[in-house]
């Protein structure tokens, strides 16, 4: 059995600050491992990742018993109720003992005062150089680290291969050929849209904002201040509507559009090139078995060559300071960023494992459906502002609905983005 790690000095357990008003009730199914009274450590997993789950934590457990000599009960939470699940539950406090936890919820629930400082336990484990640096980011609130990086998944550009190559045309490296490959897709292929621009995608934009070196935000004293109306910011979003408003590269139904409607147009045959997530090529394949050999990736591309930046997101592995035994919790941690751990699960649930080393490995297979993804995520991942205002701001859709008010032709570029710039600072408190 392996002899437990306790950083010298410094505990876990810290009293929870409730998110929400306290309530007074009786969770289901949810188990806590403070409740428990024995070596069982609780664990909340998202529903769906992994097509195959429960061989994994099978496996899991039985090392995780055998390096321990405690039980694992993992439960798994389906996405869309997770987020009012883990909020009635800090509420009641009846959070499990480790979790699985959104990257963009992780400074949320620390600044509730739910999750436990792991920053001493990675430090002596040695896992921080390795930590995938934007979920290292993610993961960080005020120093201190409440979330380590588990898997991720990043957007890039897919392209339909056979299109291009019937049309002498390869991946754009640059903002001006991007537009350029476009327009002649545009003019080549009448039945297709070039580069829809979907109106309901806010990480899509991000793209563009960061790649013409804007922000969304900025932290200055501690304090968070709108950075979407600044001139570099508003370059990228110029860019980018300019494309459907200007170019004809996208559709007017696509001003209403979600990634999962782009995935659908795209799996239709009606998309030639679109900015999709990691995750996508399995997906399309395996519905669309007749795409086979069709698709192709590219990292997006910076406005004078390079890459621009795209949103990571994913998942980090959090304690609660609810568990009874820190320790032991940390033990499950560590295990699951284990070498063999991390790459299993993401070679299972086709995303990428949390550590750096692990990423550049897959980079450097060459699948012409992975490694370009691997490499917009290694080089070029980035993440949103770290401070739970900015889950208000994606709560209230205030970029996507900038996007939409400019699609849709209702304000100018520059009028859109002073109004969701005002309106982010007034989620900012100020």
Not at 159 to 181: I, K, N, Q
Not at 300 to 309: A, M, N, Q, T, V
Request: glycine share 10%; aromatic share 8%; hydrophobic share 40%.
């Amino acid at each position: 059995m392996k002899q437990r790690l306790r950083p010298p000095g410094r505990g876990l357990a810290a009293p929870l600050t409730a998110l929400v008003t306290a309530l007074s009730l009786t969770l289901t199914a949810c188990g806590t491992g403070s409740a428990s009274g024995d070596d069982t450590l609780t664990v909340w997993i998202m529903e769906g990742t992994n097509p195959d789950a429960d061989p994994f934590f099978d496996e899991v457990a039985a090392a995780f018993t055998e390096r321990t000599g405690a039980r694992l009960d993992v439960q798994y939470v389906p996405w869309p109720d997770a987020h009012d699940k883990f909020t009635k539950a800090m509420a009641g406090g009846t959070t499990p003992d480790v979790a699985e936890v959104g990257t963009t919820w992780t400074p949320e629930f620390a600044d509730a005062g739910a999750l436990a400082d792991l920053t001493p336990f990675s430090e002596a484990a040695g896992l921080g150089e390795d930590m995938v640096p934007a979920l290292r980011t993610a993961g960080t609130y005020d120093g201190k680290l409440y979330g380590v990086p588990w898997y991720a998944g990043v957007r890039a550009l897919l392209y339909r291969a056979d299109v291009f190559a019937e049309h002498g045309l390869s991946a754009p490296a640059s903002w001006e050929e991007l537009r350029e490959t476009a327009e002649v897709l545009k003019r080549e292929e009448p039945g297709m849209l070039p580069f829809p621009v979907p109106g309901d995608s806010e990480y899509t934009l991000d793209a563009f904002v960061w790649g013409a070196g804007g922000d969304l935000a900025t932290r200055e004293d501690g304090r968070w201040t709108s950075a979407i109306s600044q001139p570099d910011a508003v370059r990228g979003v110029e860019f980018y509507t300019s494309l459907a408003t200007e170019h004809g590269t996208s559709a007017k139904a696509a001003t209403t559009w979600d990634e999962a409607d782009l995935v659908a147009a795209i799996g239709s045959g009606k998309v030639a090139m679109a900015v999709a997530g990691s995750w996508t090529p399995a997906t399309l394949l395996a519905d669309h078995p007749e795409l086979a050999g069709k698709l192709a990736a590219a990292p997006l591309p910076g406005p004078d060559g390079g890459l621009s930046p795209s949103f990571l997101g994913g998942s980090h592995l959090s304690v609660f300071n609810t568990a009874t035994d820190p320790e032991l919790a940390w033990e499950f941690v560590e295990l699951m960023s284990s070498e063999d751990y991390a790459r299993k699960w993401a070679e299972q649930s086709g995303y990428f494992p949390g550590r750096t080393s692990l990423v550049e490995r897959v980079a450097h297979q060459k699948d012409p459906l992975v490694a370009p993804f691997a490499r917009q995520l290694a080089e070029a991942g980035r993440t949103v502002p770290a401070t739970p205002a900015y889950g208000e701001i994606q709560g209230k859709k205030t970029l996507a609905r900038m996007v939409q008010a400019i699609l849709s032709g209702k304000q100018s570029v520059q009028e859109a983005t002073r109004r969701a710039a005002a309106d982010m600072d007034e989620s900012f408190g100020h």
